[in-house]
């Protein structure tokens, strides 16, 4: 088995050492000045140092902030947002006169005439009610209703009005976004509830008059169709089901060897699914890197986003194993992302003096009589199954 995990692991590791700039096919160095002008970021991200992936994060940013453009160089552009210069991929800025973006506000809340907290109230809000954003900077966001322009808090608006949603497995409703926020009520099987916002890989949700958080996976949307009962498949079928896998977003899983089946991640990172066997048993591997997403420590501006991508791949190994739309696909990404939780907690504890010698951290989880075995290393993550 170790050595099947380190010929595993050595194939995922060397891809993940391959670096390169937003636009790999681009190999001729592309410089061309800009006039000055200002552009607006279209996604949150970070200004980096140089013009390339590996450079230093000097400032994260987030959508709708605007940049005055400096250079341009191939896939990169220079910017300077208020005092601080830097390096963005090229698509993720647009012209200023984008279309205006329109959010609702997700409580009650007041527009003040500056961002900060004693500014004076402009006006009250209902939740519910449709903004323009104007502009953001840092948790604060410039908007207009009719006549009206002032700020807000960021998370005091979402993309849509409340969602009707409902509970994939009983589960407590936290207080606050974090595993020991106080409890605010347990929350059944099937039970429904509204989701008025999503902070990165936790829900903000209405049950019953209460409002509290959520991990995202806990939760589905309500449809007409319901989960129904899966079957765990075989574990010299994974590389078969992985092929076939034809997920609506698309199979994010490509062939990498004859046995083995992997997932990009960011970063630069893999995961991937993996059958081997013997004349005494045979066994289905995940294996999950994720070295380079906490190259720079646990507190790295990079992590929430990146391991929030990470989780939502846990859906797609519960889907392959268990079946689309069954109970058992959502009770295994609950357990997996269960694991990257306490994998983060051990790296900010071992932080920045890791062991040399690491040998893992051996446990077991049941899905209904399905017996799953992993190994929890210091960065990454190997579960396996017969």
């Known amino acids: 088995m170790n050595k099947f995990i380190k010929r595993l692991g050595a194939g995922l590791f060397a891809l993940s050492l391959v670096t390169a700039s937003p636009n790999p096919i681009s190999f001729e160095p592309q410089s061309a000045s800009a006039a000055t002008q200002a552009k607006v970021f279209n996604k949150d991200t970070n200004i980096q140092a140089g013009a390339y992936r590996a450079a230093k994060v000097v400032r994260s940013v987030k959508q709708g902030e605007v940049a005055?453009?400096?250079?341009?160089?191939?896939?990169?552009?220079?910017?300077r947002v208020g005092t601080v210069t830097g390096w963005v991929a090229g698509w993720d800025l647009s012209a200023k006169t984008a279309p205006v973006i329109t959010k609702v506000f997700n409580k009650d809340t007041q527009i003040q005439s500056g961002a900060f907290r004693a500014a004076k109230v402009v006006r009250s809000v209902k939740q519910g009610e449709v903004a323009s954003v104007l502009e953001v900077k840092g948790s604060w966001t410039k908007v207009r209703i009719g006549t009206v322009t002032g700020w807000v808090a960021g998370w005091d608006l979402s993309d849509k009005m409340a969602e009707a949603y409902e509970a994939v497995e009983a589960f407590v409703l936290k207080a606050g976004r974090y595993q020991a926020a106080r409890v605010v009520a347990n929350v059944?099987?099937?039970?429904?509830?509204?989701?008025?916002?999503v902070h990165g890989s936790w829900s903000e949700v209405i049950y019953n008059g209460m409002r509290g958080f959520v991990a995202n996976w806990s939760i589905r949307q309500q449809t007409a169709e319901k989960l129904v009962q899966g079957k765990r498949i075989r574990a010299m079928d994974i590389i078969q089901a992985t092929a076939t896998y034809n997920p609506p977003e698309g199979n994010p899983f490509y062939l990498y060897?004859?046995?083995?089946?992997?997932?990009?991640?960011p970063k630069g990172d893999q995961m991937g699914f993996a059958y081997t066997s013997n004349e005494r048993k045979s066994e289905t591997y995940i294996l999950s890197i994720v070295s380079q997403?906490?190259?720079?420590?646990p507190y790295a501006s990079n992590v929430a986003q990146d391991m929030v991508k990470v989780k939502k791949?846990?859906?797609?190994?519960?889907?392959?194993?268990?079946?689309?739309?069954?109970v058992q696909s959502r009770q295994f990404a609950n357990e997996f992302n269960r694991l990257y939780d306490v994998m983060h907690q051990s790296i900010i504890k071992?932080?920045?003096?890791?062991?040399?010698?690491?040998?893992?951290?051996?446990g077991s989880f049941k899905i209904g009589d399905d017996l799953f075995t992993y190994r929890l290393y210091t960065k990454s993550l190997v579960i396996e199954f017969k």
């Open 68 to 79: 005055d453009v400096l250079e341009v160089k191939g896939s990169w552009t220079k910017v």
């Open 350 to 362: 071992q932080y920045p003096n890791f062991p040399k010698a690491n040998y893992g951290t051996p």
């Open 313 to 326: 791949l846990s859906l797609n190994y519960g889907e392959i194993i268990y079946g689309v739309d069954t």
């Open 188 to 197: 059944p099987a099937g039970a429904k509830l509204e989701r008025i916002a």
């Open 257 to 265: 060897d004859e046995d083995l089946y992997v997932a990009d991640l």
């Open 293 to 297: 997403i906490y190259a720079k420590g």
